[in-house]
């Protein structure tokens, strides 16, 4: 069965860092490309950052380069989502999610999510 369980979020204070993960079942990491998304109270779902499989390129969304690192490791079929200098607006509900096309034809998209992980920036 395919499964995506993220953990690492809490409560931390303005400044300070967490690391998510997110372990993957059920297929291999590396013909996945997965990505953070965060959502927001009142606010739509965002991604955050995302890792490729094919090459391990990585890419981040503005308000979080610099300060976020993801990184995966196929061995323990995990990615991972460092979170340093983490501010108020950085606060949400983090979500990992997997994806990958199967060109065929036809075509075919496997996409996986998981239930999301509560990070919460407060003084």
């Known amino acids: 069965q395919l499964q995506l369980v993220e953990s690492g979020g809490g409560l931390v204070q303005p400044g300070g860092s967490l690391r998510l993960s997110c372990v993957v079942s059920?297929?291999?990491?590396?013909?996945?490309?997965i990505t953070w998304f965060r959502q927001a109270p009142g606010k739509e779902r965002e991604g955050v950052s995302c890792i490729i499989a094919a090459d391990g390129s990585t890419f981040y969304t503005g308000s979080v380069k610099g300060r976020f690192i993801i990184s995966r490791d196929n061995a323990k079929s995990t990615v991972y989502l460092q979170m340093n200098s983490l501010k108020p607006e950085d606060t949400a509900v983090y979500y990992c999610?997997?994806?990958?096309?199967?060109?065929?034809?036809?075509?075919?998209?496997?996409?996986?999510w998981g239930r999301g992980t509560q990070v919460t920036v407060s003084s």
């Open positions: 059920g297929f291999t990491l590396d013909n996945y490309a």
């Open positions: 999610n997997a994806e990958r096309f199967d060109y065929g034809p036809p075509l075919e998209v496997y996409d996986y």
